[in-house]
């Protein structure tokens, strides 16, 4: 079996590749690809529970910590005891942390709207089904369970 015939090659290199074009936009603006993405996934008006980012994104405490961190270094966000929660720390944007998730919004949307210019709606259609499809298989335990 040749390596470039598999699925799994063909999703990883898809994805390697989307990762480095996304990582050298974020470097131009002093960013990370993983900094971009958790700053997507901040409620910019009402800030999320630090306990939430992890399980939303998919992402391991150590590696969450280390990048918020380094965002609050950068004044991309704070820190804001959660009102409803005492126990719970909510991540909050900083005015500077807005335009930078503003930044990353564009590239999102500007990679979404080139891949649905240049793949049919049906195209498209197809690939999120067979990504559905495989990750129920995956979740569902159904391709190791032997």
């Not at 480095?20 to 974020?26: D, T």
């Not at 008006?45 to 150590?62: D, F, I, N, V």
């Not at 990353?104 to 259609?125: P, R």
Request: net charge positive; hydrophobic share 35%; with cysteine.
């Amino acid at each position: 079996m040749q390596k470039n015939n598999t699925i799994d090659h063909v999703i990883r290199a898809t994805w390697q590749a989307i990762a480095k074009m996304y990582n050298e936009q974020a470097a131009k603006h002093n960013s990370t690809m993983s900094m971009a993405f958790v700053i997507l996934n901040i409620d910019s008006k009402h800030g999320t529970p630090s306990t939430a980012l992890g399980p939303q994104m998919g992402m391991e405490p150590t590696s969450l910590s280390r990048i918020l961190k380094k965002m609050e270094d950068n004044g991309q966000i704070y820190r804001e005891k959660n009102p409803k929660d005492g126990r719970s720390v909510l991540i909050k944007l900083t005015e500077f942390g807005k335009e930078k998730r503003q930044i990353s919004k564009q590239h999102v949307l500007q990679f979404n709207d080139t891949i649905k210019q240049h793949v049919t709606k049906e195209q498209l259609a197809n690939f999120c089904e067979v990504t559905e499809i495989i990750n129920y298989l995956i979740n569902t335990k159904q391709i190791f369970n032997k």
